[in-house]
């Protein structure tokens, strides 16, 4: 059972004037609630005496403070919301009129916007998506049932959960310029895979919006992982006839190729960040470095094997996933959609639970492997998905240093997520190796 939760959340409301900032009493309005708003869930309703809904735009702070002796943890945000409504029972006031703690965090909501800063988190971008969603609603004869929750709004994407008068939920899902691709290849699988994507009521192309139907729930720890590892296989090789299709709508190749040619900048002392708080040791530094040919050998073996280029995800794991009541999974969040060796979004590790043993691993190799034994027999290809492994550490930690990290407003909470993955390639290196012929 998780621990009780109280999260103190300040709201930055701007005024469009871009002046002025909403106040009582002298201070941003604050609010306590039971969740963790770290990606915005829970802070839309939490100031029903100003606005029946406040769409969230972006994170300001985040601190953990310490434990209550109950066990309680306790956290302090402050987010920047944007109303869609008229704002009722505040002040307007400068920054400067603020208490000065909190004049930072009033002064960085009326900066000047940059480029780099996604529609959605951009005033009067909720207005628009509401307008659009319920104009979507109407044309299929649904009717919105209240405000949508915000799931998440991060830098990445934003969530809206839509409850429905009958039936539902739905989901709205934006994505900033950079992950574009999703939308049309959200598109495009869910209409030609079942499972592949969930399925899409409506998209604009222009916007990047999905209006996505309730496809299931995330796997609880009892779901061992080998039924979605067959599905992840049949996905993949359904997918072979789409290849003209997904190469028409853009999609690069991030195949072995792809992972040998940008090696050496991954392996630059930058992306260690040795003697930073979250970053490598000088001896996981010095490890990495020297795995640099075994990486390229592997990449070599894979470009070189039978099997096929398939639709690739990019960052697979069980928690991209759900599971609907009858068994059927769906695959979620193509936004890393590239051209790939299958092998590479199949790491046993991330399908099956966390704490997962060597059986359970072991059942959902397997289950993916026996989906490609008629290009090579079952040894060759557990060798094979061996090698796939250590690449496949690379190809995530890509994800992040050559493709997220790039085009981030706020990178501070970002630059250290690919070394999960540079430490994940020492673990798979550590690991014995298997024949390949």
Known sequence: MSPPLRTTLHAVIAHPDGQRVAAVSGMLP????????FVGSGISGAFPALAPWLAPLRRLGFARLPTEPDGTLVRESIWQLDPVTDVSGVEWATPDALPEHQQFWAESALTPIPDLRPEFARPGWAAGALAWLDGELREQGLTRRGWPDPLKHWGISALWRVPLVEGGPLYLKAVPAFFAREVPVTCLLSREIPGAAPPV??????RNLLLLAH??????????????????????RASLPLLPEFRALGLPDHGPEWVTSLLPELLR???????EAEGLTPDEAAKLRALEPRVREACAR???????????HGDLHRWNTVRDGEGQWTLLDWSDASVTHPFLDADPAYLAPEDAGADTLEAVENAYLSAWTDLLPLPELRALLREARLVGEVYRALGYTHAINLHLEDRAGWRAAHLEHLRGLLLR?????????
Not at 30 to 37: I, L, R
Not at 228 to 235: D, T
Not at 430 to 435: C, D, H, N, R, V
């Open 30 to 37: 604050s609010a306590v609630v039971t969740e963790n708003t």
């Open 302 to 312: 894979l470009a070189a094997s039978p099997l096929p280029r398939v639709a690739g």
């Open 215 to 236: 496809a299931g729930d995330v796997p609880d720890e009892a779901e061992n992982g080998v039924t979605l590892a067959a599905h992840l296989a049949w996905v993949q």
């Open 201 to 206: 009521l409506a998209a604009d192309t222009g």
């Open 269 to 275: 002392d930058e992306h260690f960040m040795v003697g």
């Open 429 to 437: 290196a550590a690991e014995p190796a298997l024949p390949l012929s």
